[in-house]
């Protein structure tokens, strides 16, 4: 069978190969056509249509500013599904892109697999509706999503958390440090995010940090769309390493962290690396954000804990000297540190088992053989 597979930023990426390996072992004659990144094209032997570099606009004004480009890529994507036809569309989270491609597909007659609920539940709830006519079949990762959907009489398949599954089959690297020509001081991790418009608000005040904490290195977690020039205009002259495709390597051999809100949280949390939650970003995107998300918190962990189980410094409370004071808290002050490992304990308990991948590999591949 054929699956189209639509990823629009880096986690999807990263989620959407799982599942094209998944598939294939599932699926002997599984073929694959691919918006996404560098690890689906490895997954799936195929050139990304788009890649999702080119696509990860996040937050009001951005998204304005880079209309023309994601109409381009709309029109780029619709008139491929009418030219292929898959079996079945699987779309990866990326909901403001993903359910207009789903309302077009449905009305080709395309089957329709979402594969990481879109956080319909944090704002604009009246997705819900337009979900349950154009995705045939839903798969959620977040325990309370279940419930959510379930207000609203609608059938979801909860397959657990494919970050179990990514960290599950990830071979750590026992020389880190060595490899990356690091010295035996303690690391702090910075990973200030996959998006050009949260590195430029974040990483000045991360790169601040390096004068308070003299006894610690700072490493960067890099992400793939950028090379190390991108974060030296950041870092100066000053001794910060940049790394690439070990940010697990680089949580699993870290002392704390400060982590930009996101799916990292939750790998840092998975990980069991105390952190403080950092965001910033336009001015008028927050405020419209703050008029619109109905959840309390912006990290994943505290999302699935429901309660503060690390700390958050948004907009002008992420600065240096807040970030400061928390990463000392973490590292020096025994209690807390032991408060937030504690609370990893949580959700892990919460979060189960890995196998996310392979359940909803299964279900598509039942439900496609259905049609």
């Known amino acids: 069978m054929n699956y189209y597979l639509i990823a629009?930023?880096?986690?999807?990426?990263?989620?959407?190969?799982?599942?094209?390996?998944?598939?294939?072992?599932?699926?002997?004659?599984?073929?694959?056509?691919?918006?996404g990144g560098d690890l689906m094209k490895d997954a799936s032997g195929e050139t990304p249509l788009i890649h999702c570099a080119d696509m990860a606009f996040m937050g009001f004004v951005e998204v304005i500013k880079n209309l023309s480009t994601i109409k381009k890529n709309l029109s780029i994507v619709k008139n491929d599904l009418k030219q292929h036809r898959p079996d079945t569309l699987i779309l990866i989270d990326?909901?403001?892109?993903?359910?207009?491609?789903?309302?077009?597909?449905?009305?080709?007659?395309?089957?329709?697999?979402?594969?990481?609920?879109?956080?319909?539940?944090?704002?604009n709830q009246g997705r819900v509706h337009k979900i349950k006519k154009v995705v045939d079949h839903m798969f959620c990762i977040l325990p309370f999503e279940v419930d959510f959907y379930k207000k609203y009489q609608y059938k979801v398949d909860y397959i657990g958390n494919p970050l179990l599954d990514a960290i599950d089959a990830y071979t750590f690297n026992a020389n880190f440090v060595a490899t990356n020509a690091?010295?035996?001081?303690?690391?702090?991790?910075?990973?200030?995010?996959?998006?050009?418009?949260?590195?430029?608000?974040?990483?000045?005040?991360?790169?601040?940090?390096?004068?308070?904490?003299?006894a610690h290195q700072f490493v960067i977690a890099g992400a793939p769309n950028f090379d190390e020039d991108y974060y030296k205009q950041f870092i100066g002259d000053l001794p910060i390493k940049v790394v690439f495709n070990q940010t697990y390597d680089l949580l699993?051999?870290?002392?704390?962290?400060?982590?930009?809100?996101?799916?990292?949280?939750?790998?840092?949390?998975?990980?069991?690396?105390?952190?403080?939650?950092?965001?910033?970003?336009?001015?008028?995107?927050?405020?419209?954000?703050?008029?619109?998300?109905?959840?309390?918190?912006?990290?994943?962990?505290?999302?699935?804990?429901?309660?503060?189980?690390?700390?958050?410094?948004?907009?002008?409370?992420?600065?240096?000297?807040?970030?400061?004071?928390?990463?000392?808290?973490l590292i020096n002050n025994k209690a807390h540190r032991e408060s937030v490992l504690e609370n990893y304990d949580m959700l892990n308990e919460k979060l189960g088992s890995p196998g996310a991948s392979e359940k909803a590999a299964k279900l598509i591949v039942h439900y496609t053989g259905k049609s």
């Not at 999807?12 to 918006?35: T, Y």
């Not at 910075?190 to 991360?206: A, Y």
């Not at 309390?296 to 948004?314: P, W």
């Open 94 to 123: 990326f909901p403001g892109f993903n359910l207009k491609i789903a309302a077009f597909a449905k009305k080709l007659g395309i089957r329709v697999c979402y594969y990481i609920s879109p956080k319909i539940w944090a704002w």
């Open 252 to 329: 699993k051999n870290a002392d704390a962290a400060v982590v930009t809100s996101g799916t990292a949280t939750l790998e840092t949390g998975i990980l069991r690396v105390p952190q403080v939650v950092v965001y910033r970003a336009n001015k008028l995107t927050v405020w419209i954000a703050r008029l619109v998300i109905k959840v309390r918190f912006i990290s994943l962990v505290n999302l699935i804990n429901d309660f503060l189980s690390v700390r958050e410094l948004i907009q002008d409370d992420c600065n240096t000297r807040s970030i400061a004071d928390e990463l000392d808290e």
């Open 182 to 214: 690091l010295n035996d001081r303690p690391i702090i991790a910075l990973l200030p995010g996959s998006r050009k418009m949260e590195i430029d608000m974040l990483m000045p005040e991360m790169v601040d940090l390096y004068y308070l904490f003299p």
């Open 8 to 35: 629009g930023e880096t986690s999807g990426d990263l989620h959407g190969a799982n599942l094209i390996k998944a598939l294939k072992r599932e699926d002997n004659h599984a073929s694959f056509r691919i918006v």
